[in-house]
């Protein structure tokens, strides 16, 4: 079965300083990931995509993501958050039997304080 | 470029009134198209997927249903609201069923039912 765990409901980081929102997957074959934002009362945004390739990610706003997959992880980072990143952020895969469905995880609340 | 709309933005029902969403999506053709909803501004259900016209797929029974009556058209409803369907009601679409493409969300429509 496919799933994403996101394990903290809330990230807290001051501004200028790196910031790590954590994924792990679980899905049978290749996994094909993402991550979303979302700002109060909107729809998601995508930030960044694993398919292939290189495990470092480069995405939307200055995010990166690090693909591990030993320890099957798709951890979310930027070097320095701003205010303006406080938002509700979810990890996705893709799998299963309904083509193109992606599992989100439960999100992950980011505040950066200035 | 490609666009998703939604409406309406917000919608207040009674229980047992009838209920009906609509998402378009522009600048693309035969799109997957997705009915999310989200409950307390947290974890996002998959109601329905659709891959063309008149193709509905649903993951989870309830009172809702899903129709695709144009290739771009995607519509949620309802013939009698229940409390428990309050919540924000997320279309999305993507380009290609073998998944390795994003999804893309429209700006949601927050349903209360009284």
């Known amino acids: 079965a496919q799933s994403v765990a996101q394990p903290e409901d809330q990230v807290n980081v001051a501004e200028g300083n790196p910031l790590t929102v954590k994924c792990t997957y679980s899905?049978?074959?290749?996994?094909?990931l993402f991550w979303y934002v979302q700002y109060p009362n909107r729809g998601l945004q995508f930030l960044l995509k694993?398919?292939?390739?290189?495990?470092l990610v480069k995405g939307s706003y200055g995010f990166e993501a690090e693909f591990n997959k030993s320890q099957t992880s798709f951890h979310l980072k930027k070097p320095s958050a701003l205010v303006s990143d406080s938002a509700l952020y979810f990890c996705?895969?893709?799998?299963?039997?309904?083509?193109?469905?992606?599992?989100f995880g439960r999100g992950t609340q980011l505040t950066v304080w200035p | 470029s490609q666009t998703i709309h939604q409406w309406p933005a917000t919608l207040v029902q009674p229980v047992g009134s009838p209920l009906s969403l609509e998402c378009t999506v522009e600048?693309?053709?035969?799109?997957?198209l997705y009915w999310y909803r989200q409950a307390a501004g947290r974890g996002l259900q998959l109601l329905f997927y659709?891959?063309?016209?008149?193709?509905i797929s649903s993951e989870v029974p309830q009172n809702l249903s899903a129709s695709r009556p144009q290739d771009r058209q995607f519509i949620l409803s309802s013939k009698k609201l229940l409390l428990s369907d309050s919540g924000f009601y997320l279309c999305?679409?993507?380009?290609?069923?073998?998944?390795?493409?994003?999804?893309?969300f429209g700006p949601g429509t927050r349903l209360t039912v009284t």
């Open positions: 999305a679409w993507s380009e290609d069923p073998a998944g390795a493409y994003e999804q893309y």
């Open positions: 899905v049978s074959g290749n996994p094909y």
């Open positions: 694993y398919i292939t390739g290189d495990n």
């Open positions: 996705a895969v893709r799998g299963g039997s309904t083509l193109g469905r992606l599992y």
């Open positions: 600048g693309t053709s035969n799109p997957n």
């Open positions: 659709s891959v063309g016209i008149g193709q």
